[in-house]
């Protein structure tokens, strides 16, 4: 990603997560099927490495820096791809951790 004004988060192989621009990092998921990302923002992704191959990124919770999500395709081999705008802090990942959310 050439804009390091956001940060976009996506798959790489089968064991990798990638984070590109504002922030840079790699998280190490292999085999991860009941992830979890969470970010400075507020927002709150389940992640999974998918039987079709690809990662998926669901969001759960959309923090004020979320910008959006571009679905993955089986055909085009493509991961889901999520976006946020300038401003993320952190994020952190675990490949197996149980979440419950409660919003009033």
């Given at each position: 990603m050439k804009d390091k004004t956001k940060t976009l988060i996506t798959g790489a192989s089968d064991d990798l997560i990638e984070i590109k621009g504002e922030l840079e990092e790699e998280f190490d998921a292999y085999d991860c099927e009941n992830?979890?990302?969470?970010f400075s923002d507020g927002t709150l992704l389940s992640v999974r490495y998918d039987e079709d191959g690809?990662?998926?990124?669901?969001?759960?919770?959309?923090?004020n820096?979320?910008?959006?999500?571009e679905e993955g395709c089986v055909?085009?081999?493509?991961n889901d791809a999520v976006t946020f705008n300038q401003?993320?802090?952190w994020c952190v990942f675990s490949k197996d951790m149980q979440t419950e959310i409660k919003q009033n």
């Open positions: 992830g979890v990302m969470a690809l990662w998926r990124f669901m969001v759960k919770v959309k923090g820096l979320y910008a959006g999500k055909n085009n081999d493509t401003g993320l802090k």
